[in-house]
């Protein structure tokens, strides 16, 4: 098992397969479902799981979804079928529809995705997918301090 999606203590939590434990919120949620393959990427910063137990598998918690180690997703529970479905289908656009909203060229979005400098940005069948919300990204040249 490469990942596992756990509800513990009233929340949904991300067991990374690096050992680290990540919050689920809204954009984590979307990221696994839309492409689990690249689950591997996901880092957690709220917490080790393998401080706990040495195996994902053990680790004591209510299993929602998880990641095989051979890159399948596997569904547990229904309600969280339904509840993936709508946030996907809810918030996430295509480059294209961000690009227009932002008043940009879909290939400096297309770039952004590339340098993960777009939250929760994430490339499925080819093809980049960003929170409708996102917000665009502040120039990197530029750090405030004047000279």
Request: proline residues 4%; contains cysteine.
């Amino acid at each position: 098992m490469k990942a596992r999606l756990v509800k513990k203590d009233g929340q949904i939590k991300l067991l990374c397969p690096d050992g680290s434990i990540k919050l689920a919120d809204d954009v984590v949620l979307k990221q696994l479902f839309i492409c689990w393959q690249t689950v591997d990427k996901i880092k957690g910063n709220d917490g080790q799981w393998n401080t706990e137990v040495n195996n994902i598998e053990k680790y004591e918690a209510h299993t929602l979804a998880y990641v095989t180690d051979d890159n399948h997703l596997c569904l547990i529970e229904n309600p969280f079928v339904s509840l993936m479905q709508n946030l996907v289908d809810d918030e996430y656009i295509t480059l294209h529809e961000y690009a227009e909203l932002q008043g940009k060229n879909d290939n400096r979005i297309k770039a952004l995705c590339r340098e993960e400098r777009i939250p929760g940005a994430v490339k499925k069948a080819g093809k980049w997918f960003v929170p409708k919300h996102a917000p665009y990204p502040k120039d990197a040249r530029y750090t405030g301090v004047e000279k």
